[in-house]
């Protein structure tokens, strides 16, 4: 796939990230900011204090869930113990582990309840227009290949990083002019901004594809 890269100036981005997220407390001149008045309920919503306890919770459940795929596979690929005891104790021992799967149903509601809160969508935006505050000389198309590109609540939620999750629930769960902008930067996600290299002084993201005449 290909994606823009610029040069990008990390002290002006930090800059404007810290500059929207004291703004916390006047969500209409953010609004204003982020060019989105017609979003302000939602940048009200984003702006105001909420609970994320619910990410753990999802996040433990993706984590048994992952714990018994690796079941099923070991059982399948004769890598656990009960490949001593027959291929009739190793049929059974599947059929009850993929039924405990089928017990967790659908388990795209977790990252789809995370992306649609309004903090998470607000801090999105504010990455943005960090990023386009921030770009410094031309911008590039280059080709990458789309499996090596990284983004850290996708892989959160992949690998059930609750770990990294605990921290994404304490940033999430501050007051927005507390927010670490550095961690908006380099550990969040944006609607268009993909990373922000601050050895390298290289920002990617999206550019979205022009309205066909």
Do not use: C, H
């Not at 989105?36 to 309920?41: F, G, Q, V």
């Not at 306890?53 to 656990?80: T, Y």
């Amino acid at each position: 796939m290909y994606i823009i890269s610029a040069p990008f100036d990390s002290e002006l981005a930090y800059a404007k990230a810290s500059e929207l997220l004291a703004l916390g407390d006047s969500p209409e001149r953010l609004a204003e900011r982020l060019d989105t008045a017609r979003e302000l309920e939602v940048i009200k919503q984003g702006a105001a204090k909420a609970s994320f306890e619910q990410l753990l919770q999802d996040l433990a459940r993706l984590k048994q869930f992952i714990e018994i795929e690796k079941q099923i596979e070991d059982v399948k690929n004769d890598q656990s113990m009960l490949r001593f005891l027959g291929s009739k104790f190793k049929e059974v021992q599947i059929a009850k582990l993929e039924e405990e799967r089928r017990k967790f149903g659908s388990l795209i509601e977790a990252p789809r309840w995370f992306y649609k809160q309004p903090r998470v969508r607000l801090l999105s935006a504010i990455r943005d227009y960090a990023l386009d505050g921030s770009q410094q000389g031309d911008a590039a198309w280059i080709e990458v290949d789309e499996k090596k590109l990284f983004f850290p609540l996708a892989e959160m939620f992949e690998k059930a990083d609750i770990t990294f999750a605990k921290t994404v629930q304490a940033e999430l769960e501050k007051p927005l002019k507390n927010v670490d902008p550095r961690f908006l930067l380099e550990k969040f996600e944006g609607n268009r901004s993909i990373a922000f290299d601050f050895q390298a002084g290289v920002a990617t993201y999206y550019v979205p594809t022009p309205a066909s005449g």
